[in-house]
């Protein structure tokens, strides 16, 4: 069965963007993007693969990304309509107009979507964001990857939007950069129940 990863930055104290989406403070840099850039090729956009040699590069975790409205719109803006080319694409939205037909938006239920994805064959499933699809997801999430980078901004988008729902994760691997950022990964010890969906 293929896993389901919520790869993901978050600053120290737990947000991943700022209040109204801000994700410019995060810094990419020095050893710590040397090694997403080595270890996970395909978790970098399109318009930022020529400049770091990645074209024709292969995947070496995931062959899916799945995004929120929210994590989608910032790709949207400066006109990048399929943000992973290389990658099959899901966003999940009730009112997003299909906009790239390498893009499927899926308004139906994410939890049984997520869970027909993992029957099929292939490689990992990245989890990109955002906060709203992460909790509806939270009972399915095999495995997260958390990249804290040390910055406190005091508010905005957590990792997690969902009702009080205890998790159990354990603790695979930890690394601390010179940059002063972490990467963190922990697997699932306890399911639970899927909060009822909230998509925009």
């Known amino acids: 069965m293929r896993t389901l990863t919520y790869y993901v930055g978050t600053t120290l104290d737990g947000f991943i963007a700022g209040p ?26 399109v318009h930022g693969r020529g400049p770091l040699g990645l074209d024709g590069v292969a995947n070496k975790r995931f062959d899916t990304v799945l995004m929120g409205r929210v994590t989608y719109e910032p790709g949207l803006a400066v006109g990048v309509t399929s943000p992973y080319p290389h990658l099959r694409q899901y966003v999940f939205s009730r009112t997003l107009a299909p906009l790239d037909p390498e893009v499927e938006v899926i308004s139906t239920d994410p939890v049984e979507f997520v869970r027909g994805l993992k029957q099929q ?31 406190v901004i005091g508010s905005g988008i957590p990792l997690f939007k969902s009702p009080f729902l205890p998790v159990g994760f354990t603790l695979t691997d930890s690394r601390v950069f010179d940059t002063g950022a972490s990467i963190t990964t922990f697997t699932t010890t306890s399911a639970a129940p899927a909060p009822a969906a909230v998509r925009k």
């Open 20 to 45: 109204e989406g801000q994700f410019d403070f995060f810094p990419f840099e020095g050893d710590l993007a040397a090694a997403l850039v080595a270890e996970y090729p395909e978790t970098i956009p």
């Open 121 to 151: 064959d292939g490689a990992g499933i990245w989890l990109c964001g955002g906060a709203d699809l992460a909790g509806q997801l939270l009972g399915e999430i095999d495995e997260l990857f958390v990249k804290r980078y040390p910055v």
